[in-house]
C-alpha cells in the first residue's frame, strides 16, 4: 500500500518533531558541535516538510479560470524553499563551528548521545526510503526533495558520529567543529542542487530522454498501424512537465484529401494512445494537412527563433 503524498508529509513532520527533540538531546549531553549541528539541520526538516505539504496541497487543486493549466508547478516551489533553507541552515552551523574551533570544549556523555543520534537517523533513513518510492510514482518533485534532505540529514549525521569516536579516541578536541563545517559544506551543495533543479522546472524544462523515447515509440507505432494509403507526419513537438502533469504539443499532418471528422477521430486515437503509453501526459495535437507547415515553423526557419 502506497501513502499519499499528503499523508507522506505530514508523517515527515512528525518525524522531524522527533528528531528535533533526538538530536538536540544528544547535543545538549555530549556538548558536541557536530551533533548540535545536526540537531539544526533538523529544524530545517521541520520547516521544509511543513512548507512542503503546503505546496502539494496547493497542487491538487484542479484548473480553474486564473489557471487553466492547474497549479501542479507549486511543488518546485517547495523545491527551492527547501534548498534554500538548507543553504541557510548550512551557514548558521559553519559560524557557530569556526567559533567552536577556534575554543574547542571536551565532548561529555558520548554514548547516550550517540544512541540518540543514530536512533533517529534510522528514523530519518527508514522515511527517505518512503519518500523516493512515493516520489517515483507520484512523479512528485516535492516528495523527492524531502528525500534527499533527509538522506544527506543522515550521512552526514553518521559522518558526526564516526567524528566523535575519533575524538574519543584521538583526543582531538579541533575533529568535532571541523567535521561540523564539513557537514555544513555538505548541506550546502544539497541545497544548490535543490534550488536549481526547482528553477529548471518554473522554466518549463523538456521532458526526460526516457519520456520522450517513449512518445516518440508511441507515434511511429501508431502511424505503421495504419493502413496502406493512411500516411501521417508528426513534427514540431515540445514538452514539458509542471510537477506531477507532462504536457506535449506537436502537429499531426494528414492526407490533404481527408474529411474533418476522419482526422480528429484518428487524432482522438492517437492523444489516448500517449497518454496509456505516459502516466499524467496532456496532449495537445494540431492537425495539418501533408503538404502544408505550421506558420511558427516557417518563422523558425527563416529568422532561427519562434
Given at each position: 500500500?502506497?501513502?499519499?503524498?499528503?499523508?507522506?508529509?505530514?508523517?515527515?513532520?512528525?518525524?522531524?518533531?522527533?528528531?528535533?527533540?533526538?538530536?538536540g538531546?544528544?547535543g545538549?549531553?555530549?556538548?558536541?558541535?557536530?551533533?548540535?549541528?545536526?540537531a539544526?539541520?533538523?529544524f530545517?526538516?521541520?520547516?521544509?516538510?511543513?512548507?512542503?505539504?503546503a505546496?502539494?496541497?496547493?497542487?491538487?487543486?484542479?484548473?480553474?479560470d486564473?489557471?487553466?493549466?492547474?497549479?501542479?508547478?507549486?511543488?518546485?516551489?517547495?523545491?527551492?524553499?527547501?534548498?534554500?533553507?538548507?543553504?541557510?541552515?548550512?551557514?548558521?552551523?559553519?559560524?557557530?563551528?569556526?567559533?567552536?574551533l577556534?575554543?574547542?570544549?571536551?565532548?561529555?556523555?558520548?554514548?547516550?548521545g550517540?544512541?540518540l543520534?543514530?536512533?533517529?537517523?534510522?528514523?530519518?533513513?527508514?522515511?527517505?526510503?518512503?519518500?523516493?518510492?512515493?516520489?517515483?510514482?507520484?512523479?512528485?518533485?516535492?516528495?523527492?526533495?524531502?528525500?534527499?534532505?533527509?538522506?544527506?540529514?543522515?550521512?552526514?549525521?553518521?559522518a558526526v558520529?564516526?567524528?566523535?569516536?575519533?575524538?574519543?579516541?584521538?583526543g582531538w578536541?579541533?575533529l568535532?567543529?571541523?567535521?561540523?563545517?564539513?557537514?555544513?559544506?555538505?548541506?550546502?551543495?544539497?541545497?544548490?542542487?535543490?534550488?536549481?533543479?526547482?528553477?529548471?522546472?518554473?522554466?518549463?524544462?523538456a521532458?526526460?530522454?526516457d519520456t520522450l523515447?517513449?512518445?516518440?515509440?508511441?507515434?511511429?507505432?501508431f502511424?505503421?498501424?495504419q493502413?496502406e494509403?493512411?500516411?501521417?507526419?508528426?513534427?514540431?513537438?515540445?514538452?514539458?512537465?509542471?510537477?506531477?502533469?507532462?504536457?506535449?504539443?506537436?502537429?499531426?499532418?494528414?492526407?490533404?484529401?481527408?474529411?474533418?471528422q476522419?482526422a480528429?477521430?484518428?487524432?482522438?486515437?492517437?492523444?489516448q494512445?500517449?497518454?496509456d503509453?505516459?502516466?499524467?501526459?496532456?496532449?495537445t495535437?494540431?492537425?495539418?494537412?501533408?503538404?502544408?507547415?505550421?506558420?511558427?515553423?516557417?518563422?523558425?526557419?527563416?529568422?532561427?527563433?519562434?
Amino acid at each position: 500500500m502506497t501513502l499519499t503524498p499528503k499523508t507522506l508529509l505530514r508523517v515527515s513532520v512528525a518525524v522531524a518533531l522527533v528528531t528535533i527533540v533526538l538530536k538536540g538531546l544528544a547535543g545538549y549531553m555530549t556538548n558536541s558541535m557536530g551533533l548540535i549541528s545536526d540537531a539544526m539541520e533538523s529544524f530545517v526538516n521541520l520547516a521544509s516538510a511543513m512548507f512542503a505539504l503546503a505546496m502539494v496541497t496547493i497542487a491538487e487543486r484542479p484548473a480553474d479560470d486564473d489557471h487553466p493549466y492547474g497549479h501542479h508547478k507549486a511543488e518546485y516551489f517547495s523545491s527551492g524553499f527547501e534548498g534554500i533553507l538548507i543553504v541557510g541552515a548550512a551557514v548558521a552551523i559553519l559560524w557557530v563551528s569556526v567559533q567552536r574551533l577556534l575554543s574547542p570544549q571536551p565532548l561529555e556523555q558520548l554514548g547516550w548521545g550517540l544512541a540518540l543520534s543514530v536512533f533517529s537517523s534510522g528514523l530519518n533513513a527508514a522515511l527517505a526510503v518512503m519518500l523516493f518510492r512515493a516520489a517515483r510514482i507520484h512523479r512528485s518533485i516535492a516528495l523527492e526533495a524531502d528525500g534527499r534532505h533527509l538522506m544527506t540529514d543522515v550521512w552526514t549525521s553518521a559522518a558526526v558520529v564516526i567524528g566523535i569516536v575519533g575524538v574519543h579516541f584521538s583526543g582531538w578536541l579541533w575533529l568535532d567543529p571541523l567535521l561540523a563545517i564539513g557537514v555544513a559544506l555538505n548541506i550546502v551543495r544539497e541545497g544548490v542542487k535543490l534550488v536549481w533543479r526547482s528553477s529548471q522546472g518554473l522554466m518549463d524544462k523538456a521532458l526526460d530522454a526516457d519520456t520522450l523515447a517513449i512518445v516518440r515509440a508511441t507515434l511511429d507505432a501508431f502511424a505503421a498501424r495504419q493502413p496502406e494509403g493512411s500516411r501521417l507526419r508528426f513534427d514540431d513537438m515540445v514538452t514539458r512537465g509542471a510537477g506531477q502533469r507532462r504536457f506535449a504539443d506537436l502537429h499531426m499532418h494528414v492526407p490533404g484529401d481527408w474529411t474533418l471528422q476522419r482526422a480528429a477521430s484518428l487524432r482522438d486515437e492517437l492523444e489516448q494512445a500517449l497518454m496509456d503509453a505516459v502516466p499524467g501526459l496532456r496532449v495537445t495535437i494540431q492537425l495539418l494537412p501533408l503538404t502544408m507547415e505550421a506558420r511558427a515553423t516557417q518563422i523558425v526557419e527563416e529568422h532561427g527563433h519562434p
